[in-house]
């Protein structure tokens, strides 16, 4: 906490950036999410399992949240200041903000700030909330009445995904790591399956997380799930040279950032 709360003023709060991509053309950039970064005075890097946890268990997570979505703004404004493209940038928000009374006002508030369209930005929710929590159920619906995207993440992971997907209105659905990763083992390719066929259902889009290996990117392409994020396809990285691999459509093409992908 303390590393945290000098941070803070300090101003060492990061943000980097992993991109989702559609591994049918390697070119094709689906969406980012952006991810936090603490950096410590010695100037290494502390990673988010070793503070998340902490934040969620002493309700600093919020201010964090909120942190993060105006660092991801503020990057979104200088892209499309310098582009006439698109993209979407997924921000985490803790169920927490439930407790917020002005949650979804504030959050136009700032991105409203920056010029922003709503949709550019995706609200990524893990689904290890209660599916039948009221109040996490009314903030999507008023975070989608307001024009902004909507993400249940680390699918699968607990038992409460089928009520999630009743209860709630989510554009995306990301696959957790723990399914992806097991593809070919015990029972996840059945759940894989089952997954995309009421994703397809619902008219909801999939992402595969944590693909680490060609096994598993091979391995999600044969189910039909081509939009997938993780360090086989490209590591999170830093904010100029997220923007520069948006812009530079030459390099790629060329395997210049991440690995070359190779599905066997």
Sequence with gaps: ???????????????CYQPVLNVDERTTLVSAEALCRIRLKNG????????????????????????????????LLDFTANTDSDIVIAVNFS???VNEWDTVERMCSIVDSYCLDHDQIEIEITETYKAD????????????????????????EGYNSLKLIQKADFDTIKIDRSIVQNTGIDNSDAIIHGILEMANALGVRTI???????????????????NMQGNYL???????????????????????????????
């Design 133 to 156: 929590d009221f109040m996490i159920n009314f903030l999507i619906k008023r975070l989608k009445s307001e024009g902004f995207r909507v993400a249940i993440d680390d699918f699968g």
């Design 95 to 97: 169920g927490a903000h």
């Design 1 to 15: 906490m303390k590393e945290y709360y000098d941070a803070l003023v300090d101003d060492r709060i990061e943000a």
């Design 44 to 75: 290494m890097l502390l990673m988010p399992d070793k503070f998340i946890p902490i934040l969620e268990q002493t309700g600093e997570i919020c201010t964090l949240d909120w942190i993060m979505l105006d660092k991801a703004c503020m990057m």
């Design 208 to 226: 595969a997380e944590g693909v680490e290996n060609s096994r598993h990117a091979a391995n999600m392409v044969a189910h039909g799930c081509k």
């Design 234 to 264: 490209m590591k999170p990285i830093p904010e100029e040279e997220f923007i520069g691999f948006i812009h530079n459509e030459e390099k790629r093409a060329g395997g210049e950032y991440g690995n070359e992908i190779v599905l066997a």
